[in-house]
T-cell receptor
Framework: AQSVTQLGSHVSVSEGALVLLRCNYS??????LFWYVQYPNQGLQLLLK??????LVKGINGFEAEFKKSETSFHLTKPSAHMSDAAEYFC???????????FGTGTKLQVIP | NAGVTQTPKFQVLKTGQSMTLQCAQD?????MYWYRQDPGMGLRLIYY???????DKGEVPNGYNVSRLNKREFSLRLESAAPSQTSVYFC????????????FGPGTRLLVL
């Protein structure tokens, strides 16, 4: 069994401030982990993914995430928020094929000018 | 290369009506998926098709049927719509482009009255 918990359904940051979106997972086998971004009225777009090659994963738009096995976490960060980062972000865990992906409930990021 | 396309974008149905949601991908992917997205619940898998000619149930298949018409197309049918099926429906496909990646369509917003 696997699960994903995203802490905070809404996060607000000021433009230029650090973005930190939290994700904790559970998995009975070594997982693949993903972060997706969803802009209003659009589908999900892959930001980055962890596939056991490196614990610090860099993605698009300046985002990165660090896999911490001891903490079962895969938090998403960006050093400086931009207005265009306002969107909903989903963490997901996969243990097996893509039919076994479990998505988190999402975190809406608001960027305040 | 259009990626994953879905039609229609919006639909309003009355309880008991039927409809088919269409999905097509032009990336020559073997696997395709249908998800529904509800507020506060993330994405949940309805059905998937690992390859042309095969379909399998996901987490929430009740009230839906699917057809993998060919390698490109995967349709989702609601035989007798219910208000509980009001949701946003996403189609996705996975394939290898350097590594296995899942791509999402833009979604179909369905309201059942």
């Amino acid at each position: 069994a696997q699960s994903v918990t995203q802490l905070g359904s809404h996060v607000s940051v000021s433009e230029g401030a650090l973005v930190l979106l939290r994700c904790n997972y559970s998995s009975s086998v070594p997982p693949y982990l993903f972060w997706y971004v969803q802009y209003p009225n659009q589908g999900l777009q892959l930001l980055l993914k962890y596939t056991s090659a490196a614990t610090l994963v860099k993605g698009i738009n300046g985002f990165e995430a660090e896999f911490k096995k001891s903490e079962t976490s895969f938090h998403l960060t960006k050093p400086s928020a931009h207005m265009s980062d306002a969107a909903e972000y989903f963490c997901a865990v996969r243990a097996g094929g893509y039919q076994k992906v479990t998505f988190g409930t999402g975190t809406k990021l608001q960027v305040i000018p | 290369n259009a990626g994953v396309t879905q039609t229609p974008k919006f639909q309003v149905l009355k309880t008991g009506q039927s409809m088919t949601l269409q999905c097509a991908q032009d990336m020559n992917h073997n696997s395709m998926y249908w998800y529904r997205q509800d507020p506060g619940m993330g994405l949940r898998l309805i059905y998937y098709s690992a390859s042309e000619g095969t379909t399998d149930k996901g987490e929430v298949p009740n009230g839906y049927n699917v057809s993998r018409l060919n390698k490109r197309e995967f349709s989702l049918r609601l035989e007798s719509a219910a208000p509980s099926q009001t949701s946003v429906y996403f189609c996705a496909s996975t394939g290898w482009q350097g590594q296995e990646t899942q791509y999402f369509g833009p979604g179909t917003r369905l309201l059942v009255l």
